[in-house]
Nanobody
Framework: QVQLVESGGGLVQAGGSLSVSCAAS????????MAWFRQAPGKEREFVAR????????RYADSVKGRFTISKDNAKNTVYLQMNSLKPEDTAVYYC????????????WGQGTQVTVSS
């Protein structure tokens, strides 16, 4: 099992910045990649960004490319999402997730943290 705890959400004005963190504990050595997803009210959960633990290879959704940066601290088993130039449409609950395999579904999820961007 891997436990994930997000933190750092909040309220920010459009154009502002916010950073969220995800601390992993438990069998973290079994994790291949970490990702951020988000879910806005009335919408399906969507992929935001992903990073692999070993190589640090990243991938982003087109909607956040150039504005968001995912990073990691292996020593702290923590993944970060730096969000810049925020837009009201970025408002959502942000979830981090862990995946054991190189492909496939994510196995473990955090409880989520609310990010609200006011216009």
């Amino acid at each position: 099992q891997v436990q994930l705890v997000e933190s750092g959400g909040g309220l920010v004005q459009a154009g502002g910045s916010l950073s969220v963190s995800c601390a992993a504990s438990g069998r973290t050595f079994s994790s291949y990649a970490m990702a951020w997803f988000r879910q806005a009210p009335g919408k399906e959960r969507e992929f935001v960004a992903r990073i692999t633990w070993s190589s640090g290879f990243t991938r982003y959704a087109d909607s956040v490319k150039g504005r968001f940066t995912i990073s990691k601290d292996n020593a702290k088993n923590t993944v970060y999402l730096q969000m810049n130039s925020l837009k009201p449409e970025d408002t959502a609950v942000y979830y981090c997730a862990s995946r054991r395999g190189t492909v496939g579904d994510y196995d473990f999820w955090g409880q989520g943290t609310q990010v609200t961007v006011s216009s």
